[in-house]
């Protein structure tokens, strides 16, 4: 697949530069299990109301999502339409679905500050707010309305309260349906009223074949590197795949692999390397939480993982913040590290 230009009119974090947005994308790579269980619900016509979608980032939620809104929208909770939930691309609801003009659909996710123009670091609770009037409006023709919350780990408490006070009232012929990368950390009231689908990280062996398609200039060797490293994200491999993506990877790699004996002069000098590289805070932070993530899973059910799943919601927050305000690197790097470092010392090395 070539690379696509970025749109420059829409602020979009969520996209990986020079790929179709999830909006976008009608191809779901494995997941078979999720969507037939999410295709029963929707075409037996009476599909629960708010669903709650979790997972590692870049492993198709958001896609999911926008497949299952671009259903709804074009056939309703019917069995009208394919049971895979496929929508034609040339279909007026997913065209308008990628043009971001469905009146039926709302997607809910951090936008620019009203005052300054940069991005927010947390998904307001006037964002969540205007649920309130778009479930409200009569939906045209007997259709259904849609709304995606990208992500709710992005909420603060407010609009985390705002929410649940939505999920309380569900309209009628209206489904929520709510992203999270850690599903864990949101409130077990928002979690108690949806229902739940969870999307594992993928095979590697389906990485590199996806990156097969999508990158057809790489060679085997390198894809088969970027399915690797990847945690099982084919997004997470499309941004390794771009400039010094795979060298960003392995530092993130080697801080979590020292985290015991932090080198606070190496740690310095990849905070200088990082501030020398467009939207490199940004991506290492990416890295280094699925690094960290993909440690925690590997070894589930382990003792004292309680305080490395506390440590990874820090340091999420942390690069977030960091990112958002743009803040000096080397400290935020450096703040990581001895993060880490406290954690191995009372919880032990991952």
Known sequence: ?????????????????????????????????????ISRAIRSGRPPQAWLISGPPGVGKATLAYRMARYLLAYGATDKGPQDLAVAQKDPAALQVAAVSHPGLLVLKRGPHPETGKLMNVLSVNEVRRLGGFFGMTS??????????????????????????????????????????????????IRSRCQKVILRPLDEADVEKELARLLPDKD????????????????????????????????????VDNAPAADIAAILSLGDKIARMSDGLETFGAFLVQTLAGRIRARAGQANLDRWIECLGKLEASFRRSSALYLEPRQTVLSAARAMAATSRRAGAL
């Open 1 to 37: 697949m070539a690379k696509r230009a970025r749109s420059e009119d829409v602020s979009e974090p969520d996209r990986v530069e020079g790929y179709p947005h999830p909006r976008e994308t009608a191809r779901l790579v494995n997941h078979a299990a999720a969507l037939a269980r």
């Open 220 to 255: 085997a060797g390198e894809r088969a590197s970027l399915a690797r490293l990847s945690g099982g994200s084919i997004g997470m491999a499309l941004r390794l795949a771009d400039g010094e993506g795979v060298a960003l990877a392995r530092e993130a790699d080697r801080l």
């Open 140 to 189: 045209g023709a007997g259709g259904w309305r849609v709304a995606i919350v990208d992500t709710a780990d992005d909420m603060n408490d407010n609009s985390a309260n705002a929410l649940l006070k939505m999920l309380e009232e569900p309209p009628s012929r209206a489904m929520l349906i709510v992203l999270s990368h850690a599903p864990g950390r949101l409130l077990p009231t």
